[in-house]
């Protein structure tokens, strides 16, 4: 619902810079809303070459590793994500290992047979079987509800918009001779500027929300998965408490793993603000949830 | 009007098609949901020969327990049709179930790291086996509910699917396990 919304916003947007600046929906103007099509057009462009050749350079930059199977721990990895596979009925994904002594874990790819799952050394020490357990049902809910397609598109729309609001700046000086062209309503014309000059802001708020959203999908469906939302519990409050950040993790990374790697303070604070503006929901809400999910009505405090 | 007749016809029968096709994918999604389950099985018949030889020489005292073991898998290895299955499957991991009770007095047996390979695999056979059981039981939810939900039950009766079993737990692993806790002699 909230792609929609995006969906939508970015339609807006494309249209006001086409109305604005490029006569769009006028006599006067061209047949096609020039600027939503070229946008989307660039946007697409470079978004598209990094879902197709993201998996890789992705694991790449975070140093992600096969698994050795003379470990034990590795061994006991490669059995969970097995058994993760066969609840989910997906394919077996692949399984790498990240060297990083904060406990963390992402999943990439951008269908089943692509499909990729890095866990770091931390969490591999940190968690026991059945919370390491929870954590991996959580990355198999994220590759089974396809929530990297969904956010390689939300990607392409803020691009777009990005763009968009670009060419709105640099129109925005030189369309005073066509300020007689058209039908220009003059009423509408502040506003529409306004809202393209906002745009790009309001565009990575939703794109956060979209990303929290996902998050609570994955972890709902991970309890449906293991059956055991106890477990999932557990290895957040273990992880919240651990407080590492991941070192070779990006801003550009740090929507895919499981809890925030970059390790801001922001993701403590449950002051409604502040949640707009991070890509994981506050920990300790997901706990809470989860905890009800289990059935016991007051999480304990730890 | 006779555009309004065709149109109705139209839509009537993309709607038969795809509720007959949805139906179809899903006993098949069932088929093959149970055959997965057959692999794990196996897999666990195969793994237990060697869990019994491995604790063999440790456990002298266990002997008619890791029998109970080998005679249920025999059993089970010959069962046929899903209840059946579901039965013999049930004393099997009951009886696996003592013998890792019980090899928990035997300390060397616990430092022994072919043991802990062998259990661990062990454990995560019995997952897999659970988690396959747990996908087919809501695989076959899905596509009994399908068929008996209006107005899905009018195809469903024309082209007569039947619904599907449930791997389901047999009374036995239900009853509650009678735990001896008198030292042995």
């Known amino acids: 619902m909230l792609a929609g919304c995006f969906i939508v916003f970015f339609l807006i947007i494309g249209g006001a810079v086409d109305f604005l600046f490029f006569a769009g929906f006028t006599p006067a103007g061209a047949r096609l809303p020039i600027a939503t099509v070229l946008a989307l057009g660039f946007a697409s462009f470079t978004t598209l070459t990094a879902y197709y050749g993201g998996s890789g350079l992705i694991l790449g930059s975070l140093g992600a590793e096969k698994l050795d199977m003379q470990i034990a721990e590795h061994r006991e990895l490669r059995n969970i994500v097995t058994e993760m596979a066969l609840a989910s009925g997906a394919a077996m994904p692949q399984v790498y290992v990240m060297d990083d002594a904060a406990p963390n874990a992402l999943a990439t790819g951008t269908n089943e047979k692509n499909a ?47 763009i968009l609001a670009d060419w709105g700046q640099r129109g925005a000086f030189h369309s005073r001779s066509n300020r007689r062209d058209g039908a220009k309503n003059p009423a509408l014309f502040i506003p529409l500027l306004l809202l393209v000059a906002v745009s790009p802001l309001l565009a990575r708020l939703l794109a956060m929300a979209v990303s929290r959203q996902r998050e609570y999908l994955a972890d709902a469906t991970a309890a449906e998965y293991t059956r055991n939302p106890r477990s999932l519990a557990r290895a957040l409050e273990k992880i919240r408490d651990a407080g590492a950040p991941v070192n070779k993790a990006t801003r550009g990374t740090a929507p895919l793993f499981f809890c925030d790697p970059l390790r801001r303070r922001l993701d403590d604070s449950e002051s409604s603000l502040a949640n707009l503006l991070t890509t994981h929901p506050p920990i300790a809400r997901r706990i809470a949830l989860l905890y009800e999910m289990a059935g016991m009505a007051q999480a304990a405090i730890r | 009007m006779i555009f309004v007749i065709w149109g109705i016809v139209f839509v009537a029968g993309i709607w038969i098609i795809s509720t007959y096709n ?9 088929q093959n949901g149970w055959h997965q389950i057959n692999v794990q099985l196996k897999r666990r018949y ?71 390979d062998l259990q661990e695999e062990l454990s995560t056979t019995e997952n897999q086996i659970a988690f396959s059981r747990q996908y087919y039981n809501d695989l076959v939810t899905q596509y009994n509910t399908k068929q008996q939900v209006f107005p899905g039950n009018l195809i469903a009766g024309f082209f007569k699917f039947q619904p599907s079993e449930l791997f389901a737990a047999p009374e036995a692993e239900m009853a509650l396990p009678k735990v001896n806790l008198s030292l042995p002699r």
Do not use: W
């Open chain 1, 116 to 162: 990729a799952i890095c866990v770091t050394t931390g969490l591999l020490t940190l968690l026991d079987r059945e919370e390491t357990q929870g954590v991996v049902a959580h990355e198999m809910s994220h590759i089974r509800n396809e929530d990297t397609l969904l956010m390689t598109l939300v990607s392409v729309l803020v691009g777009g918009i990005a």
């Open chain 2, 22 to 30: 949805t139906l179809t994918a899903l006993r098949l999604r069932v």
């Open chain 2, 46 to 116: 195969d793994l237990i020969p060697n869990l019994v030889e491995t604790v063999k020489g440790y456990m002298q005292f266990e002997q008619d327990t890791l029998q109970k073991v080998i005679d249920a898998r025999s059993k089970a290895m010959v069962s046929t049709g899903v209840k059946q299955t579901a039965e013999a499957q049930g004393a099997l991991s009951e009886s696996l179930g003592k013998v890792f009770v019980l090899m928990e007095n035997y300390p060397d047996l616990k430092s022994n790291q072919n043991v802990l």
